[in-house]
């Protein structure tokens, strides 16, 4: 079968750093998204990875390790409007289609 | 540039009853998906066009889900008759090329409640 496996919640302190980790299996792999969807709004593209490593945006990075099924999604210098759920996606093969996790909640605390 | 758009942004509906909902592509892509997310879940794939062209619809749960996209522009996904199960909110997004599907730009969603 195929799944991506994500912490449900996570909670962290304005100004600080966070970490959502995320592990999948699944039949093929092209490479790792990462979507950002705040509270009644639309999942939004945040980053991509087909290879291994960092790959830094802004205040977001992400990484990824081909040989573990395992990415993560760093935040830094966290603010309040951080607050979002937080979706991994696959891109499991040369069709095109991408799989969703269930999503990490991000709670920022002032 | 407009994003993506879809209509209603709501419905409400009774067991049995039938509803359609739209989505507007970005002008000049050509993949378009459909989505659904029950609460809590996963963002679950229900079908994906090329063009006017179904390249997947393995996610579509049943025969009761009909999904068009005549001309290649906007397109529809038409729930008849629609059951408890159904309700959720149904997210279309579109990416330009099949090679760019990592990098798709979501519509804010249709909430489908049935009661």
């Known amino acids: 079968g195929q799944s991506l496996e994500q912490p449900s919640e996570v909670t962290a302190v304005e100004g600080a750093i966070v970490q959502i980790n995320c592990t999948y299996q699944?039949?093929?792999?092209?490479?790792l998204s990462w979507y950002q969807q705040h509270d009644g709004g639309a999942p939004t593209f945040l980053s991509y990875?087909?290879?291994?490593g960092l790959e830094e945006t802004g205040r977001f990075s992400s990484f990824l390790s081909r040989s573990d099924s395992y990415g993560y999604l760093l935040l830094q210098e966290l603010q309040m409007k951080d607050s979002a759920s937080y979706f991994c996606?696959?891109?499991?093969?040369?069709?095109?289609?991408?799989?969703f996790g269930k999503g990490t909640r991000l709670h920022i605390l002032p | 540039e407009a994003g993506v758009t879809q209509f209603p942004s709501h419905s409400v509906i009774e067991k049995g009853q039938t509803v359609t909902l739209r989505c507007d592509p970005i002008?000049?892509?050509?993949?378009l998906y459909w989505y659904r997310r029950v609460m809590g879940k996963e963002i679950k794939f229900l079908l994906h066009?090329?063009?006017?062209?179904?390249?997947?619809e393995s996610g579509m749960p049943n025969n009761r889900f009909l999904a068009e996209r005549t001309g290649g522009t906007y397109s529809t996904l038409k729930v008849q008759p629609a059951e408890l199960e159904d309700s959720g909110v149904y997210f279309c997004?579109?990416?330009?090329?099949?090679?760019?599907?990592?990098?798709?730009?979501f519509g804010p969603g249709t909430r489908l409640t049935v009661t």
């Open positions: 699944t039949s093929g792999f092209y490479g």
């Open positions: 996606a696959v891109r499991d093969g040369r069709d095109d289609k991408i799989i």
């Open positions: 997004a579109s990416s330009l090329t099949s090679e760019s599907s990592y990098e798709q730009y």
């Open positions: 066009f090329v063009k006017e062209s179904k390249q997947d």
């Open positions: 990875n087909a290879l291994d």
């Open positions: 002008s000049g892509h050509d993949n």
